[in-house]
Structures are given as structure tokens and as C-alpha cells.
């Protein structure tokens, strides 16, 4: 190749060192130099991210500019730090402007997602998939259901044991009126034995539950006035209706005066109804919390 005897030395170190390393794993590679204030002050940036990162399948290596001048010319190193991300042997990313802990984990987020970084015992790093079920959590919240679905579908997809994407599914299929698909999505979640008991996947459950009770819009107007005045049955079987067609303000305020007028009614039915639609809902909820304040005023004076 041309090379001489101190550069092939060269070649092999960094083989060695940085090359194979990067065939499973993802290698922050930083170029440094002793006298370099800049490198001395983003170092301690790399040493913590490389070992929060390190049950991700990342590592940190560094060369010397000044021992390894044939490394940094292949490099084009022009000034230093310079920090690329590498893996299986090739720069995959420029770190070099990332001089935030802040910044760093989101270019590292990235590329853990899109390359088959293996762990030591042969699995992949789990996806940090947080900020899309965030996104589909929103798109439910503001109404749009079958878009909410897609989202959480293509999050299970990458990250087959995550409980909250699957909840989300789950939730975002019933209130689209996919029940079947849901039930579908339920059965395959809890036969998941890494989310066996995960409160996200009870909280799914309600809510496929409580929307069963699905009618459609003049049957929900029939129901309605039927609970007018009506028996303790047709207002339970209102506010059933009322909250799986999205209405919960009014099913609550039916629940309630239940509670009020007979709170011992069919084995305490309206309370035990009300408290699946918290748990549904979930129990940090803004409205949940305002809605359990008005019970415990009406229960406990």
C-alpha cells in the first residue's frame, strides 16, 4: 500500500482500537490534543455521555492529533476537537458542533435509532421512543384518533415491549371505533410477558371497555332524553353512551347526580362506573383531578 513501516502501525492501532470496536457499536470518536483548552473543556461532555449511553452500545475513543498526525490527515482534521460518530468503520456523523450534554444525546438518540447497534450479549438497545408517544398522546388528545393509531402502530414496531406505546394503540383503536382491532392489540400486549402488569396496559383496558358503549348519534339524543327523569337504568346506560362518544363532562355530571340521589344504587354502580372512567382517562389528568374533588365533596361533605 505504500505505507511505511510507522504508518502501518498507525493503520493497525486505530483497527484495532476504534475500527472494531465500531463493527457492533457506535464510537465517539474524538480528536485532542494536550495542549488544546477547547478538547480539555468538552471531554468531560464526552466521558459522561459515552458512560450514560454505554447500555446503548456506545463508546468513547480519542486520538491524540500530535501521536497519530497520519490518523488525523486521513481524517482531514483541520482543527480540533474534531468528534465524528463512527460505526461499523465509517464516520456516520459529524459530532463536532454538538458541544452540549443537550446536544450530543440528540444526534446520538438519532443514530441509535437508525443503526443495528448491538449490545454485549448480541440484543439491540431499546429505542428511546418517549418523544413519539408524546406525539401520538397529543394527536389523540386533540381528537384525531385514526392519525393517533398510525403513530403508536409504527412506535410498537420499534419498540415491541414498550407498555405506553401499546397502550396508546390500544386507546387511540377504541376511540377510533376499531373495538375488534383493539381487543386484537390488547390480547397481544398482556400475552407480552415485559409488560405483564403494567398499569398503562389497565388504564387501555378501561378505556376499550368503556368504549364499547358506542352509539351513534341519534341514539345517544334517545338516550339522553330517556335519562330525563328517567330510571336510575336509563341514566347509568346515558352516561355509559355520553362518555364513549367523547362527552365525558356529561357522563360525569350524570354519574354524580346518581351518586347524590342513591349512591348505594346497584351496589354503588354509579361510583365504580365513575372511577373506571378515572382510571381510563388517567389519574394525573387536569380533569380527573377536578372530577375527583367534586366526588370526595359529595361523598364526604
Not at 22 to 27: A, D, H, Q
Not at 59 to 64: G, S
Not at 105 to 119: A, C, G, N, R
Not at 254 to 279: P, S, T, V, Y
Request: aromatic fraction near 6%.
Amino acid at each position: 500500500m505504500g505505507l511505511s513501516i510507522d504508518e502501518q502501525k498507525a493503520v493497525d492501532r486505530f483497527r484495532k482500537e476504534i475500527v472494531e470496536p465500531s463493527m457492533t457499536k457506535l464510537v465517539i470518536l474524538d480528536f485532542f490534543a494536550e495542549w488544546c483548552g477547547p478538547c480539555k473543556a468538552l471531554a468531560p461532555v464526552l466521558e459522561k455521555v459515552a458512560a450514560d449511553y454505554a447500555d446503548k452500545g456506545v463508546e468513547l475513543r480519542k486520538v491524540d492529533v500530535d501521536k497519530e498526525q497520519f490518523i488525523a490527515a486521513q481524517f482531514q482534521v483541520q482543527s480540533i476537537p474534531t468528534v465524528y460518530a463512527m460505526f461499523q468503520g465509517q464516520p456516520v456523523a459529524n459530532l463536532t458542533n454538538a458541544r452540549s450534554e443537550t446536544q450530543l444525546k440528540q444526534v446520538l438518540d438519532q443514530l441509535i435509532s437508525q443503526l443495528p447497534i448491538q449490545l454485549e450479549d448480541g440484543a439491540t438497545p431499546e429505542q428511546d421512543v418517549s418523544q413519539f408517544v408524546a406525539m401520538g398522546e397529543q394527536v389523540l388528545s386533540e381528537g384525531d384518533a385514526e392519525r393517533a393509531a398510525g403513530i403508536f402502530a409504527q412506535v410498537v414496531e420499534m419498540a415491541p415491549d414498550h407498555a405506553a406505546a401499546h397502550a396508546g394503540l390500544i386507546r387511540a383503536l377504541a376511540q377510533a371505533g376499531h373495538a375488534d382491532q383493539a381487543q386484537a392489540a390488547l390480547a397481544a400486549a398482556e400475552a407480552n410477558p415485559a409488560m405483564s402488569g403494567d398499569p398503562a396496559l389497565a388504564q387501555a383496558k378501561s378505556t376499550l371497555e368503556l368504549a364499547a358503549n358506542k352509539v351513534d348519534d341519534s341514539e345517544l339524543t334517545a338516550l339522553r332524553e330517556k335519562a330525563a327523569g328517567g330510571t336510575m337504568d336509563a341514566r347509568f346506560g346515558y352516561a355509559e353512551a355520553a362518555f364513549a362518544a367523547g362527552q365525558r363532562d356529561a357522563a360525569a355530571d350524570e354519574l354524580l347526580a346518581m351518586i347524590e340521589a342513591d349512591r348505594e344504587w346497584n351496589d354503588g354502580a354509579a361510583k365504580a362506573k365513575l372511577l373506571q372512567i378515572f382510571e381510563a382517562v388517567g389519574l394525573e389528568d387536569p380533569w380527573v383531578v377536578a372530577t375527583r374533588r367534586r366526588l370526595s365533596k359529595l361523598l364526604f361533605g
